[in-house]
Structure formats: structure tokens, C-alpha cells
């Protein structure tokens, strides 16, 4: 069965520091990938995807993903964090074999210091 | 503001009721999901439909049940209430094509 995996489940920085949270994944086949963000109190958003063509991802408020396809990951960075960046960031993956089920991770809440 | 609706936006309710979730998707949606948020399980997803039938299902519980109308909105009913049903429930919808999800603001449910 696919899943995917959050290993942090809480993030604490400083402002400015460099972020990265990982992601994993176990399936085989093709996939697609997102990141969403839940700020406190509000719903999922959409953060990036990635479909196909160039693995490395931009997205918007300056993050980025990079797939790396060997390594079954999608990790998440941020170069610079923000106190606003303060949410919960979760993980998702559609297999194509799946009928548009799309799987998300347990999570990864981040706290930012100002 | 993704598109999708929900209500009502909070719910109050007492163990052994029952209670009704309303969703309507973005506007020419045909897939709308379903997931339950709480502190202790994370973001769990419940169901799936797609134009009205039942699509997928996931760590829904039989006392939890969902439709799709003609419409296109959706409703998960609750019943038989306890106090770790108390959660945020989520609707998504999704459009053929593009396997984005657009999450709706959610329904917190408190179960007294």
C-alpha cells in the first residue's frame, strides 16, 4: 500500500534560519506531489506540485521542493524562514494507479521564533 | 478562497446524536473528498466520490456515512455521537484532469 512518511513532526527555528522537511514516499510507479500548508485556524493550501519535467519545484512565498526519484523523496525548503511561515506543512502523493486518491502525510507543525 | 464551501462552520452537539455536514465543490468539480482532522490522529482521510458514486474509501467508520447529490454537494452524516468524534472535518474537491485538491475552511465538530 503506498504512504507517506513525515519523519519531523515539529520543527522549531529562528527567523531567517534555513528550513527542510522531509518527505518520503513508497511507490513504485508515477507519481504526482504537493505540498500543502495549514496556517493556525484556517484549511489546507496548497503550497507546490510537482507533475512531471524539471524536479526541482517552486512554489509560492519562496519555497521550493526538489523530487528525487531514486530516493523516493520530495523534501521541502525554504532558504530564509518567516514568523508568518508558523504552520503545519503536510506531504501528499497521488499514484496514478490509485483513481485520484490522494495520500498525505501525518504532518509536520513548524514554529518559528521571532 | 478556494471555491469550496462548507457548513456549517461549527457544530455543537451532545454524545448519541447525530449530525449532517454540508459541502459543495468548486464549480465544475466532479470529485469531492472528505478527511477528519484531529489533535491526536492528524489528517485522516474518510471518503471519495465522483459524480455521485462512491469512489474510495478510507478510515471512515460504519457510523459515518457520505452522498453526493445530483448537484454535486455533498453530505457526511454522523450519528451515534462520541466524544473522540470531536474534530475538524475537511471537504476537498478535485477536478478531472488535475489531481490538485482544493480544501474547503471546515467544519470543527464538538462532541459534548
Known amino acids: 500500500a503506498q504512504s507517506v512518511s513525515q519523519h519531523n513532526h515539529h520543527v522549531i527555528l529562528s527567523e531567517a534560519a534555513s528550513l527542510e522537511l522531509g518527505c518520503n514516499y513508497s511507490?513504485?510507479?508515477?507519481?504526482?506531489l504537493f505540498w500543502y500548508v495549514q496556517y493556525p485556524g484556517q484549511h489546507l493550501q496548497l503550497l507546490l506540485k510537482?507533475?512531471?519535467?524539471?524536479?526541482l519545484v517552486k512554489g509560492i512565498k519562496g519555497f521550493e521542493a526538489e523530487f528525487i526519484k531514486s530516493k523516493f523523496s520530495f523534501n521541502l525548503r525554504k532558504p530564509s524562514v518567516q514568523w508568518s511561515d508558523t504552520a503545519e506543512y503536510f506531504c501528499?502523493?497521488?499514484?496514478?494507479?490509485?483513481?485520484?486518491?490522494?495520500?498525505f502525510g501525518s504532518g509536520t507543525r513548524l514554529s518559528i521564533r521571532p | 478562497d478556494s471555491g469550496v464551501t462548507q457548513t456549517p462552520k461549527h457544530l455543537i452537539t451532545a454524545t448519541g446524536q447525530r449530525v449532517t455536514l454540508r459541502c459543495s465543490p468548486r464549480?465544475?468539480?466532479?470529485?469531492v473528498y472528505w478527511y477528519q482532522q484531529s489533535l491526536d490522529q492528524g489528517l485522516q482521510f474518510l471518503i471519495q466520490?465522483?459524480?455521485?458514486?462512491?469512489?474510495a474509501k478510507g478510515n471512515i467508520l460504519e457510523r459515518f456515512s457520505a452522498q453526493q447529490f445530483p448537484d454535486l454537494h455533498s453530505e457526511l452524516n454522523l450519528s451515534s455521537l462520541e466524544l473522540g468524534d470531536s474534530a475538524l472535518y475537511f471537504c476537498?474537491?478535485?477536478?478531472?484532469?488535475?489531481?490538485?485538491?482544493?480544501f474547503g475552511p471546515g467544519t470543527r465538530l464538538t462532541v459534548l
Open positions: 501528499a502523493v497521488n499514484a496514478y494507479s490509485s483513481a485520484s486518491k490522494i495520500i
Open positions: 511507490y513504485g510507479g508515477t507519481v504526482n
Open positions: 510537482y507533475f512531471s519535467g524539471d524536479p
Open positions: 464549480s465544475g468539480d466532479l470529485s
Open positions: 466520490y465522483y459524480n455521485g458514486e462512491e469512489r
Open positions: 476537498a474537491s478535485q477536478g478531472q484532469g488535475n489531481n490538485e485538491q482544493f
